[in-house]
């Protein structure tokens, strides 16, 4: 099976899938600690919940980012074959001939 090549915007959603995955992680470890007491416990929560606010905060401008960075790039796409129509086509005639290539070589 052929891997797919890992791209920018793959590996910004990937990043992203990550850090939910992260922030998901800590927001239940802060709840499987909420009965514990003490003064550096409850610090610690506190300065856990703040770092994770932000990191949410963070999370949500990079997510806003990516979406816009691949409207652009499809408004571009869409622009461009809407303008040469024939280019686009030969472009993906040309890309789908070296993808067979590719493939009966293996």
Do not use: C, F
Not at 29 to 54: F, H, Y
Not at 79 to 84: Q, T
């Amino acid at each position: 099976m052929i891997k797919p090549i890992p791209t920018s915007v793959n590996l910004q959603q990937q990043l992203v899938s990550d850090i939910k995955s992260v922030i998901s992680d800590a927001e239940d470890m802060l709840g499987a600690t909420a009965d514990q007491t003490g003064e550096k416990i409850a610090g610690l929560r506190a300065r856990i919940e703040v770092r994770l606010r932000d990191a949410k905060l963070r999370l949500i401008e990079a997510e806003d980012s990516l979406v816009a960075k691949t409207k652009a790039a499809a408004r571009a796409t869409d622009d461009y074959v809407h303008e040469s129509p024939w280019a686009a086509v030969g472009i993906a005639a040309g890309v789908g001939v070296l993808v067979g290539l590719i493939i009966s070589r293996r």
